[in-house]
C-alpha cells in the first residue's frame, strides 16, 4: 500500500516526461513551418518570432488535450490563432520595406550564395521579393490559404483544419487567390 502512492507518482511524472518529448518532437519537427506561417502572416520577422514563442507556450500548455491525429495542423493552426489575435491588436499595415532579414544577418549575407554567381543569387532575392511584396497585397484570408498550400505544402484537408473552415471554402479561396496573385503579376508586367 505504501509503494503504490510512491510508483503513482513516478508513473505519472514518466508519462509527463513522455509528453514534453512527444511536444519536443513536434515542435521541432515543425518550427520552420510555424515561423514561415508566422512570417507570411505578420510580414514582420521580429512580429512573427514573438507569434511563433508566444504558439508554442500555448501549444504546450494545451499539449495533454491533443489527440495526435495531424500534429502539422494542429500546430499551425494555433500559430495562425496567435498571429491573428496579434495583428488584430496591432492592425496597421507592415511595409514590405520593413521586412529584414533574420536576425543575425545582413542582406550581404542572405545574398552570398556559393553555388550560383552574384548575378543568379541578386535575381533570385529580387523574384523572392517581388512574390512577397505581391503576397502582401492579397487579403489575409487568401494570403494564409495559398501560403499553406503553395508554400508550406498543406494538404486541402490541412489548411481546411489550420484555417477552420470547410474544404469548399478553401479550395475557393485558393482559387480567387492564384487569380489574384496572378493579375497582380499580369499588371506589374505591362507596360505603363
Not at 512527444?22 to 513551418?33: R, V
Not at 552574384?118 to 492579397?138: I, K
Request: charged share 30%.
Amino acid at each position: 500500500m505504501l509503494e503504490s502512492a510512491p510508483r503513482t507518482q513516478r508513473d505519472s511524472e514518466e508519462a509527463t516526461l513522455t509528453g514534453v518529448t512527444s511536444f519536443e518532437a513536434i515542435a521541432t519537427t515543425h518550427l520552420d513551418a510555424a515561423y514561415s506561417l508566422a512570417r507570411w502572416l505578420t510580414r514582420d520577422a521580429v512580429l512573427a518570432e514573438d507569434v511563433v514563442q508566444d504558439a508554442m507556450v500555448r501549444a504546450l500548455t494545451y499539449f495533454g488535450g491533443f489527440r495526435g491525429d495531424n500534429p502539422r495542423a494542429w500546430l499551425l493552426q494555433i500559430v495562425r490563432n496567435v498571429a491573428l489575435g496579434k495583428l488584430g491588436a496591432r492592425p496597421e499595415p507592415v511595409s514590405i520595406d520593413a521586412v529584414k532579414p533574420a536576425s543575425g544577418e545582413s542582406l550581404a549575407d542572405t545574398l552570398i550564395d556559393g553555388a550560383d554567381g552574384p548575378d543568379a543569387t541578386l535575381e533570385r532575392e529580387q523574384d523572392r521579393r517581388r512574390v512577397s511584396e505581391l503576397l502582401s497585397r492579397l487579403p489575409l484570408e487568401l494570403r494564409e490559404c495559398l501560403v499553406l498550400r503553395e508554400i508550406e505544402d498543406c494538404s486541402y484537408k490541412e489548411i481546411a483544419r489550420i484555417v477552420d473552415a470547410p474544404i469548399g471554402t478553401v479550395m475557393s479561396r485558393l482559387w480567387r487567390a492564384r487569380r489574384m496573385f496572378g493579375d497582380l503579376v499580369d499588371g506589374e508586367e505591362k507596360p505603363p
